[in-house]
């Protein structure tokens, strides 16, 4: 049997990122050093691009039959509506917020998982790697102290912020620990008066305080600390703080967690050293503000799969995986700057400056266009690659995503267990026919209704576009997919643009 690859964390991220594997039918094995799943209910958000890539993967129903649908979010101060953001405008067929427990989401993880006959080792810690020229030389230790030498084809630590993997590999950690505290609690709220299904969140001269709906009755708070040293909360000091800062007639109960964190806005510059990657926390951390960082991890993984189960089969050239760094570390730059903004945006201290936020808020969101992009840009459907090494062709002149871009493929939803197919989106057509008989390691046998019959888009196995041609230039799409299979330079672009 060939090498596995070893996946270090069962978090979301390592969780997603072994089923994702093993779905595609490469040999995974995933460790964990904590003897179980977290209990805390930590990320709540699960937005529109990730239930995409869910129901690629084949999982999303669970989720959906075990989450709490939101379909808007609403912004106070005091009893004041200052904008409320319906999410049924994004243009995905998930048009809605998924509220669903960390703790929930990993159990589902771990199920799908469980259905390609893999289960996480648990009490089972990576604590040293070597990297060699054919793969990685990895020591785990198990319960009781036995050691294991493993040889893995790659090793992705998917452990977390505070990550062995990166620090063994020396990857500085960049970024800056911000001068704010938070205040947590997971609490029964009674008296208030929004739909029970929809976050909110007030702002107040004191700071912010926010409640996400987690199950009936029962919601995430969080608050700004000011210039409050960081400290775990009581209830007393939550009812406290909700009756300052909220619409007031709210009494919280029966508290299942109350903590604090501290934000960091941090990322790693490459994801990949060698036969070794990170994904997830262990990359990049930020606010949580826009609950965006289990999403962009999850997408780390499924971005970070198709490529590495491509390369495992040899059906890929090994060039593939450069991509992952270059596209996930721009999608990350870009999200630690918008939830950068909207902490700041929330924390604002001066009252000059928040009536002035107020008044912008009020005015804007009242424009359908800048809630619906408020809406799109937070679900995530708008994150493309657009410097992607793997882009090639253009879609000028023609109605449709451009490489690089987002496109659902209904042939890559929910198939199950087997390899990473790119998909044609094409007319019918003897040269398509030709082109699938020519590349079939790489496509699926059937073509897909395009976009825009003038055009060809060959779409990824994670939904983005990965070449466009006007139809009849088959070169450019023979020219991508020979690229990816490694027969020619994939960066090859002076050569495929005299081709367009
Ligand atoms: C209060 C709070 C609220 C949040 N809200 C949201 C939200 O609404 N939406 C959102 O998207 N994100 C949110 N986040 C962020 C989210 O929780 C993280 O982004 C997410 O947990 C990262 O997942 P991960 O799998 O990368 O890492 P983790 O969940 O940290 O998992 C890492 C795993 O690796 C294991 N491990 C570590 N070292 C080793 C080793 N050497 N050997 C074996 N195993 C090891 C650990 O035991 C752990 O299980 C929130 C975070 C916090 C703290």
Not at 146 to 171: N, P, Q
Not at 345 to 368: D, E, M, T
Not at 369 to 392: E, F, K, M, Q, T
Request: glycine letters at 10%.
């Amino acid at each position: 049997m060939s090498k596995p690859v070893l996946v270090v964390g069962a978090g979301p991220v390592g969780l997603t990122m072994a089923a994702e594997l093993a779905r595609y039918g490469t040999p995974v094995r995933v460790i964990d050093r904590l003897p179980a799943r977290t209990t805390q209910s930590r990320a709540l958000a699960v937005w529109p691009r990730t239930l995409e890539l869910l129901d690629a993967a084949g999982c999303a129903d669970a989720f959906m039959a075990t989450g709490l649908r939101a379909d808007a979010v609403s912004i106070h101060a005091g009893n004041r509506t200052l904008a409320r953001i319906p999410f049924g405008t994004i243009a995905s067929p998930f048009s809605y917020l998924l509220m669903i427990a960390q703790s929930e989401t990993e159990r589902l993880l771990e199920e799908h998982l469980g259905t390609f006959g893999n289960t996480v080792e648990r009490e089972t810690e990576l604590t040293d790697f070597v990297d060699g020229a054919d793969g990685v030389s990895c020591t785990l230790m198990h319960a009781g102290g036995r050691i294991e030498t493993l040889e893995a084809a790659w090793l992705i630590g998917c452990d977390g912020a505070h990550s062995f993997v990166r620090s063994r590999l020396g990857l500085a950690f960049a970024g800056d620990t911000l001068p704010m505290g938070f205040v947590i609690a997971d609490v029964h709220v009674a008296g208030l008066a929004i739909p029970p299904d929809e976050p909110a969140i007030f702002w107040h001269p004191d700071g912010a305080v926010m409640f996400f709906p987690i199950a009936r009755g029962h919601y995430r708070i969080i608050a700004d600390l000011g210039s409050v040293p960081l400290h775990t909360p009581d209830l007393g000091e939550m009812q406290m703080i909700v009756d300052r800062r909220g619409p007031g007639g709210i009494t919280l109960s029966d508290p299942v967690w109350l903590s604090d964190f501290g934000v960091n806005e941090r990322k790693v510059r490459d994801y990949r050293k060698g036969h070794v990657f990170l994904a997830g926390d262990a990359a990049h951390i930020h606010s949580p503000a826009g609950g965006q960082g289990m999403n962009m991890g999850m997408q780390d993984a499924f971005n970070l799969a198709w490529k590495l189960a491509l390369v495992a089969r040899q059906d890929a050239s090994p060039c593939l995986l450069d991509s992952y760094s270059s596209e996930r570390s721009g999608v990350a730059r870009q999200i630690l700057s918008d939830s950068s903004h909207m902490t700041r945006i929330v924390l604002l201290r001066s009252h000059l400056a928040q009536r002035v936020r107020n008044f912008i808020v009020k005015q804007g969101f009242r424009i359908p266009a800048v809630r619906r992009a408020i809406a799109n840009r937070l679900s995530g459907i708008l994150i493309d690659y657009p410097d992607s090494p793997l882009n090639i062709g253009s879609a000028r002149r023609l109605r449709g995503p451009g490489p690089g871009q987002r496109l659902i493929s209904r042939r890559q939803s929910g198939r199950g267990n087997m390899p990473p197919r790119f998909v044609l989106a094409a007319t019918d057509s003897v040269e398509a026919r030709a082109m699938m008989a020519r590349h079939s390691a790489l496509l699926m046998p059937e073509t897909e209704l395009p976009p825009d019959e003038n055009g060809i888009w060959l779409i990824r196995p994670d939904g983005y576009v990965a070449a466009v041609a006007k139809g009849g230039n088959w070169t450019v799409i023979d020219m991508a997919l020979d690229s990816m299979a490694g027969n020619r330079n994939i960066r090859t672009y002076d050569e495929i643009g005299r081709h367009w």
